[in-house]
């Protein structure tokens, strides 16, 4: 039993039994294999694909629509799983995530794609039901009617349907427990201004896409608060993360701010609109970069998770201001360290290891893996127009996503180094997974 199905014990069998009563394997994914496809529009556009990771992003940006405790890289993957193998179960090319449901030959690959895209977001944004329809019509008004498209659709709804119930035990609709503030230096307590509780104190724990549970890759422990070299890490992201820092170049806050000025996981799946885009990637193609792009994120996300709330590091506001307090010897008296303010308002979580840090490391690695090593990128955000980041290559990005959150305040060196390391690691292991046929 490979790692896929270990990871999924607890949710169904390695079988799953439909609606109709059929059973479906849950069988080994990966990028499609070389051949000649059998379904109509195995190599037609993939913008269908790009559209609905879109339309995901704009769900996402509708106050009050996302469960608070339910972190958004589960939304990105179920959607790109269920196209994925919706694509795979209609051009009878390559291997699923998981399921690979019976289609006729002549299934359209672009209808089921659609059909299964509208049945996840539907299924997870109820209240949204009428606009996701709307998106589904806009689709499927481009695929010309035929036995095919009717095939096609009722192949994505059956997709959608599986992984769908499966991802309902995963234990993502469990209520978090409540947070326990510690009181030692170096333990984890809410932050000013406004000291807020933090919600995803159990997401390391929920049932992984491909890792065999959240602890996989789990970092080493940190170095002590108490240590010469948290000392280090700390006195730099006092001097440049602070609110009025006199050493942060105009630059560096553009960074700062620019990096923070929307969920990380959007922008790297706008990194990836943009370069399926430029490339007029085909369908099976954009299906597959997605289905990477998002199962590596939504892990790398449970297992940051899973290591902030074992480790309970206290953030870097928190140490700046008790640093007079003499929990160590290496960080020299400041009259106005219990005033000192970050950048930017600070994340209610754990410090270590950085969000930012392993979400880009996981998605460039990826990308990486896609696109090539050398692939130059540019990168824009919707909340500061007019800026424009331009990286000769994805890890360049990546690295700079990571230290972004030092110049805000965010974190150390050292939760970005751990970051950039787990992220890496958990994509890599993705990666593997979703090629071994």
């Known amino acids: 039993m490979r790692t896929r199905t270990r990871a999924l014990t607890g949710l169904a069998a390695?079988?799953?039994?439909?609606?109709?009563?059929?059973?479906?394997?849950?069988?080994?994914?990966?990028?499609?294999?070389?051949?000649?496809?059998?379904?109509?529009?195995?190599?037609?556009?993939g913008q269908s694909i790009v559209d609905w990771?879109?339309?995901?992003?704009?769900?996402?940006?509708?106050?009050?629509?996302?469960?608070?405790?339910?972190?958004?890289?589960?939304?990105?993957?179920?959607?790109?799983?269920?196209?994925y193998d919706a694509v795979v179960s209609t051009t009878h090319i390559?291997?699923?995530?998981?399921?690979?449901?019976?289609?006729?030959?002549d299934a359209r690959a672009d209808a089921a794609a659609d059909q299964a895209a509208h049945d996840v977001l539907t299924a997870l944004y109820p209240a949204a039901t009428s606009r996701i329809d709307q998106q589904l019509s806009t689709e499927l008004a481009a695929i010309p009617d035929?036995?095919?498209?009717?095939?096609?659709?009722?192949?994505?709804?059956?997709?959608?349907?599986?992984?769908?119930?499966?991802?309902?035990?995963?234990?993502?609709a469990a209520p978090p427990p409540p947070f326990v503030a510690g009181t030692q230096p170096g333990d984890y307590r809410p932050t000013p201004p406004n000291f807020p509780t933090p919600v995803f104190t159990a997401w390391g724990s929920i049932t992984p896409f491909l890792l065999t549970s959240g602890s996989q890759f789990r970092p080493t422990a940190p170095a002590p608060v108490s240590?010469?070299?948290?000392?280090?890490?700390?006195?730099?992201?006092?001097?440049?993360?602070?609110?009025?820092?006199?050493?942060?170049?105009?630059?560096?806050?553009t960074v700062a701010k620019f990096w923070g000025s929307a969920p990380i996981w959007n922008t790297w799946n706008q990194i990836a609109?943009?370069?399926?885009?430029?490339?007029?990637?085909?369908?099976?193609?954009?299906?597959?970069?997605?289905?990477?792009?998002?199962l590596s994120v939504a892990d790398a996300t449970i297992a940051l998770y899973d290591a902030k709330y074992v480790y309970h590091v206290w953030r870097p506001v928190t140490a700046i201001r008790a640093g007079n307090s003499g929990y160590n010897s290496d960080i020299a008296f400041d009259p106005n360290a219990p005033t000192w303010n970050p950048l930017a308002v600070t994340a209610a979580d754990?410090?270590?290891?950085?969000?930012?840090?392993?979400?880009?490391?996981?998605?460039?690695?990826?990308?990486?893996?896609?696109?090539?090593?050398?692939?130059?990128?540019?990168?824009?955000?919707?909340?500061?127009p007019g800026v424009v980041r331009t990286f000769t290559n994805?890890?360049?990005?990546?690295v700079e996503a990571g230290f972004s959150r030092i110049l805000a305040g965010q974190h150390t060196a050292l939760e970005d180094q751990a970051g950039q390391q787990l992220g890496h690691r958990v994509a890599t292991f993705a990666l593997h997974e979703l090629n071994a046929g």
């Open 94 to 105: 390559g291997q699923p995530y998981l399921f690979k449901v019976p289609a006729p030959r």
């Open 273 to 294: 609109q943009t370069l399926l885009t430029d490339q007029h990637a085909n369908l099976q193609r954009a299906a597959t970069v997605f289905a990477n792009l998002d």
């Open 350 to 384: 754990p410090s270590y290891p950085g969000a930012h840090s392993t979400i880009s490391a996981a998605a460039a690695t990826v990308l990486v893996a896609s696109f090539g090593k050398h692939q130059p990128i540019t990168v824009t955000s919707d909340k500061m």
């Open 394 to 398: 994805v890890q360049a990005a990546a």
């Open 53 to 83: 990771n879109r339309e995901l992003i704009t769900l996402l940006g509708t106050p009050g629509l996302q469960p608070a405790t339910i972190q958004p890289t589960r939304s990105f993957a179920i959607l790109q799983a269920a196209e």
């Open 227 to 253: 240590s010469p070299t948290y000392a280090t890490a700390l006195n730099q992201v006092k001097a440049l993360g602070q609110d009025s820092s006199t050493v942060r170049t105009a630059d560096q806050t």
């Open 14 to 45: 390695a079988v799953l039994v439909g609606t109709t009563g059929t059973a479906y394997a849950a069988t080994q994914g990966g990028h499609p294999s070389p051949g000649k496809a059998t379904g109509s529009s195995a190599h037609g556009s």
């Open 146 to 172: 035929s036995h095919g498209k009717r095939d096609g659709r009722r192949a994505g709804a059956t997709v959608a349907q599986l992984l769908v119930d499966l991802r309902a035990f995963d234990g993502s």
